[in-house]
C-alpha cells in the first residue's frame, strides 16, 4: 500500500521579503510652474503605489529641471536609478507618468533595454502599466509613440505661430543683435547703442579692428556677453549689422528696426 505524505509548511518558516522598489520622479522648471505636477505631487502618487501594492521603497531618484527629451547622461538621478538598479539595489521602478522617464520614444526603449538587463520592472502609475507583462511593454511603445506625436505637434504649431508672427512684425523671438533690447517691442539701447555709434565711426576712419578692440579694452567697455575683452571676431559680427543699424527691414515683415546710424 503506497502511503501520501503531505508536505507541509513549517510553522516558523520565515515570511519572504517584500519586493523592494524605487521612485523616479522628473519635472522641468516650465512644468512646475504651469502644469501642477511637481515633485511632492509625483511623490505622493508613486508612494500610495508602491504602499498599494506592498512593495518596499529603498530609493527615489529625482531630475528637477530638465527636459524628458534629454538622454540618460544628461539627466544624473536618472542615469544613477539605473545604476543602482544594475547594482541590484532594487527590482520595481515606479514612475508617475510615461512622459516623466522619456518624452522621446528611442529614448524609452533605451532606458527600458537598460532596466530589462538589469532584471527591473517598470511601473506607470499614470497609465496603469506594468512592463512586466506582454500587454504592458505593448502599451508602453504605443503610449510612448503618442507622447512623440503630440510633442512634435506642440512645435510643429509653436514654429507655425512664431513664422506668422515674423511676417507680420519681424518678431519671432531670440536674440537681439548688440543695440537693441526687447521690451514688449523692439527698442534702442541708449548706451549699447552709443558703443555701435562709435564702432561704425572709428572703422569708417580706417581703424583697424584690433585698434578698435584696444579702445574699447583700454576704457573697459562691456563686451555684448558682458566682459571686458573685445575681439575682432565680435566686431565683425556687428559691423555685419550694419543693414539693421540704419533702419532695415525686420525679417519678411515691413515693420523696420529703429536706426541706430
Not at 523692439?186 to 549699447?192: F, G, Q, V
Request: hydrophobic share 40%; with cysteine.
Amino acid at each position: 500500500m503506497t502511503s501520501k505524505h503531505r508536505i507541509q509548511t513549517p510553522k516558523n518558516a520565515p515570511t519572504p521579503p517584500p519586493e523592494t522598489a524605487a521612485i523616479y520622479l522628473r519635472v522641468s522648471t516650465e512644468e512646475q510652474a504651469d502644469e501642477g505636477f511637481g515633485l511632492d505631487v509625483q511623490r505622493t502618487q508613486t508612494s500610495a503605489y508602491a504602499t498599494a501594492f506592498g512593495l518596499t521603497l529603498v530609493g527615489e531618484y529625482a531630475d528637477e529641471g530638465v527636459s524628458g527629451t534629454k538622454g540618460i547622461g544628461e539627466r544624473p538621478q536618472l542615469a544613477a536609478a539605473i545604476q543602482a538598479a544594475k547594482a541590484g539595489h532594487y527590482k520595481t521602478l515606479i514612475v508617475p507618468a510615461i512622459d516623466r522617464l522619456a518624452r522621446r520614444v528611442s529614448l524609452l526603449l533605451q532606458i527600458w533595454d537598460e532596466l530589462e538587463a538589469a532584471g527591473v520592472t517598470i511601473v506607470l502609475v499614470k497609465e496603469r502599466i506594468d512592463t512586466s507583462t506582454a500587454v504592458g511593454r505593448l502599451m508602453r511603445t504605443v503610449i510612448a509613440a503618442i507622447a512623440e506625436f503630440e510633442r512634435d505637434n506642440i512645435v510643429a504649431r509653436t514654429t507655425d505661430g512664431r513664422n506668422a508672427r515674423g511676417k507680420l512684425d519681424g518678431e519671432k523671438g531670440g536674440r537681439v543683435p548688440y543695440g537693441y533690447v526687447r521690451n514688449g517691442s523692439i527698442e534702442i539701447e541708449p548706451t549699447k547703442a552709443a558703443v555701435v555709434r562709435r564702432i561704425f565711426a572709428l572703422h569708417r576712419r580706417r581703424f583697424s579692428l584690433a585698434e578698435i578692440c584696444a579702445q574699447l579694452n583700454e576704457d573697459r567697455v562691456p563686451t555684448p556677453q558682458g566682459g571686458v575683452t573685445w575681439y575682432p571676431a565680435t566686431l565683425r559680427i556687428i559691423l555685419k549689422n550694419k543693414p539693421i543699424y540704419l533702419g532695415g527691414k525686420r525679417g519678411e515683415s515691413e515693420v523696420c528696426w529703429p536706426a541706430i546710424l
